[in-house]
């Protein structure tokens, strides 16, 4: 079976090292088993993502020497496919509507005791779980902003214990055959009133679509798998491979962001750097040549 491999990102900024590291370790892993590598734009979010990120990056991978397939998949272009997969699991009645704006959520969850979930944020109160169907469709009807969370406790009784392959490793040394915890993230959001999908709704239905079998990205979306094999389940679909990888911290050891300057692609592009240069900073051996047939 031919391996699938994706790098994921979303034009909402320039790249950095830590996304070179990820884009060139999925293209040296797919060049290893004889695989496909396919790029995909996560620009759900059309209010951050902009086209000249999107090119800016394109052309940045192109420069690291990546060799994808066409058509790129843009997600924005595919929201009908998020659609069906959102009515999937309200047919299943696992998602309601959530009315809560962001500062009742903050002062529902201002006791610093509150549990939060893997990344930090306060758990949903799950205040508006239970709200009378009729009542439900009256505040959408009215124009009311809403998002449509997961009815996490249901799904997971729905579903039973559920586990993934790690191929890398988690933040704590996860690795191997790893139980799946989705119940740490509480009612996630699964798609807005706006946007009808979320990163977790699209990432699920394009990888299952796209017949990627090895998820290959950094280990600060470790967690994030057990909603995605969560997903998968309940709307029968495959579940990749995963590998997660170490991030490229700065030097005070954070994690890189967007607007990383110095460490952004471009700059080091505009100081004269070489894409073996970028190789060697993440820690890559130099790039094999591709074997011919
Ligand atoms: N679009 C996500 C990001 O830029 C990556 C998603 C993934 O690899 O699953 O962080």
Redesign the pocket.
Known sequence: MTRIF?????P?GELHLG?AY?ALLNSDLARAVGGRLLI?I?DIDRTRCRPEFEAAILDDLAWLGLDWEQPVRRQSEHFDAYSKALETLRLMDLVYPSFLSRGEIRAATADPAWPRDPDGAPLYSGLDRDLAAGEAAARIASGAPYAWRLRMAAAIDRIGPLRFTEHGSGPDGETGDVTADPGRWGDVIIARKEIPTS?HLS?VVD?ALQGVTD????E??FH?TSV?RLLQALLGLPAPIYRHHGLVRDAAGRKLSKSEGARGLAALRAAGATAEDVRRLVGLAPAQPTPST
């Open positions: 994706r790098f994921a990102p979303s909402n996304h990820s995909r996560e990163y990432v990888d998820v290959v990205r950094g600060d979306l994030a995605h």
